[in-house]
């Protein structure tokens, strides 16, 4: 997810980067576009995903998994350990840390997780979901649904998949011509004293969609952290549907809720333009070419599929 945190004069508001109406659009913005189509492609960083989780995360999400101990929470903003890209060795990495060399901040955050593309503000975050920490205890007192997914939450494969996302939003900017900071930039600098600021702003940071989620940049964003589940899945790949996928990367069954939330044909559009990248990418496995209605996805109740 990217997130844009604001100066202090906007009370730190948080904007999500999303593609503009016409009225806000610009040639650099279109020229990313034109490159983003023509060279689109996954970042090879697996083994720098692997070495975020070594060092950030593995030993907490093995105790719980082998011990039940939790992750520790003694804020809302808890840093288990901060990196920098420069420590990172695959190519693209490499090249995105010359033209923007960032911290890297593990842990667990009240936020989530998210990249700060603020000039001279850059960072990265990587989290555990926070309130899944706080909450799994009473994973019994839920519905078998809400079960399985925060299951999911305190997992190797969920914050591989979280890292590879957030590393791709970094590495994209840097490639296609600095498009997100450009976009933060135009935010930043609408004036205070202006009327419609704050409708401007979101215009802006929306990119004129309905949900950040279904833009080009997120949905790259989100084929990079299907492809890490894969590669925990890989014996199982052809047999999951895209309702297992969902449950084991929940940040899509969190998409799906918003969008479905928004109109039942945004949240359609967006599986359809997910299952047909992750179709071009080679990922897409031979029983994910159908999908339940969205009303199957919280009642579980398989009975009817949506072509994609």
């Not at 490499?94 to 001279?120: R, T």
């Not at 019994?140 to 079960?147: D, P």
């Not at 969008?259 to 359809?272: A, G, H, R």
Request: net charge positive; charged share 30%.
């Amino acid at each position: 997810m990217i997130r844009y945190k604001t100066l202090k004069e906007l009370n730190h508001d948080n904007f999500s980067v999303c593609e503009p109406q016409t009225d806000y659009s610009n040639e650099l913005f279109e020229s990313y576009l034109k490159s983003f189509r023509l060279t689109e492609k996954t970042f090879n960083i697996s083994k720098d995903v692997d070495y975020i989780y070594n060092r950030g995360f593995k030993s907490y999400i093995n105790d719980f998994q082998k011990k039940g101990k939790l992750p520790p929470i003694v804020s809302n903003e808890t840093v288990y350990l901060k990196l920098h890209t420069s420590d990172l060795k695959s190519k693209d990495c490499q090249e995105a840390n010359k033209l923007y060399p960032v911290d890297i901040y593990c842990g667990v955050f009240k936020e989530g997780s998210y990249n700060v593309f603020e000039k001279g503000k850059e960072r990265i975050v990587i989290s555990i979901n926070k309130e899944a920490i706080e909450n799994i205890n009473y994973k019994y007192e839920m519905g078998t649904n809400v079960k399985r997914s925060i299951e999911n939450e305190i997992t190797e494969h969920r914050i591989k998949a979280i890292i590879y996302h957030e590393l791709a939003h970094w590495i994209s900017d840097a490639k296609y011509h600095s498009y997100i900071h450009n976009i933060v930039a135009r935010a930043v600098n609408i004036p205070q004293d202006d009327p419609n600021r704050n409708y401007k702003i979101k215009q802006i940071m929306n990119r004129g969609k309905s949900n950040v989620n279904v833009t080009h940049y997120e949905i790259d964003a989100q084929i990079h952290a299907i492809k890490q589940i894969k590669r925990t899945f890989k014996s199982d790949w052809d047999t999951m549907s895209l309702l297992d996928l969902f449950y084991r990367y929940t940040a899509l069954k969190s998409i799906a809720k918003s969008l479905y939330k928004i109109n039942p044909d945004v949240y359609k559009l967006w599986v359809k333009d997910l299952v047909k990248r992750m179709n071009r990418e080679g990922i897409l496995g031979k029983n994910m070419r159908t999908f339940p209605e969205y009303k199957m996805i919280e009642n579980r109740q398989i009975k009817g599929l949506l072509k994609v």
